[in-house]
């Protein structure tokens, strides 16, 4: 069973280090499935690169790598990290760590248990989650604008922390279209439903540690966007 980890990575140069270290003693940790790293960097201008370039030189190839990818989003990074290689299970996680290492081995059992993917969920009963409160509001908002549009009875659409089967990846994450920063999630995981694929959640921990400044406004009118050219598409057969 081969598992590939991508992390995408846009001028992480104060955590990259740290991220890649922990990531990897963890993995070294886990038996029973073959994985590799992959750092999905897109368009960093700070020393992310370099940093990488050293952690390469530090790694062995068959266990750790990064790739420069000319997207400019982290969507676009991980879709066309996940196309770069083949294995049988694809997962992707924050450069920031915010869900607990811990729950990795879950996403990859229950692909293996026969779902076509397995997505960290912040909003279940037994989720341990620390965030602030416009975040909170952002995220209870978009997902019930998204249950409206097309029915998905998914909790949490945005955590940063999924895994797909190979062949979700080929039928599903191949045919994404709006790749506008982290969209994608919502994006394949509607596709997902609408063909009736097998979609499971698993409650994580999960720390807002990272003090992010975004435009509120912003962010909603972006999302709402993106969500009415999906359904569009879906209208319009785009995806067939």
């Known amino acids: ?9 846009y001028n ?11 990531v990897l003693d963890f993995l070294r940790q886990q038996r029973g499935y073959d994985w590799r790293l992959l750092v999905a960097e ?3 201008c700070d020393r992310t690169v370099e940093i990488l370039r050293e952690l390469s030189a530090e790694q062995p190839p ?6 420069s990818f000319p997207a400019r989003s982290k969507s676009g990074a991980i879709k066309q990290a996940w196309l770069s290689e083949d294995a049988d299970i694809y997962i992707h996680m924050d450069a920031d760590l915010s869900t607990n290492l811990a729950h990795l081995p879950e996403l990859v059992e229950g692909i293996c248990e026969g779902f076509d993917m397995v997505i960290g969920s912040r909003c279940l009963p037994q989720s341990d989650v ?19 549009l097309f029915s998905l009875n998914v909790s949490d659409l945005q955590c940063g922390f999924k895994a797909v089967s190979r062949g979700t990846r080929d039928e599903i994450v191949r045919r994404t279209r709006h790749l506008s920063e982290g969209f994608m999630d919502t994006e394949m995981l509607i596709l997902a439903s609408v063909k009736g694929l097998r979609i499971k959640e698993v409650p994580v921990c999960w720390r807002d540690e990272r003090k992010t400044r975004f435009n509120f406004w912003t962010v909603v009118s972006q ?8 359904k569009f598409d879906l209208l319009r057969g785009r995806y067939e």
Not at 1 to 9: E, H, N, R
Not at 12 to 22: A, D, F, S, Y
């Open 1 to 9: 069973m081969k598992v590939l980890i991508v992390i995408p990575a």
């Open 12 to 22: 992480e140069e104060e955590l990259i280090r740290q991220t890649v270290t922990r």
């Open 42 to 44: 897109n368009g960093s």
């Open 62 to 67: 068959a266990q750790f790598r990064f790739e």
């Open 130 to 148: 620390e965030r602030s409160g416009r975040r909170n509001l952002i995220s209870g908002g978009y997902n019930l604008l998204t249950r409206l």
């Open 223 to 230: 999302f709402i966007l993106n969500m009415l050219r999906v």
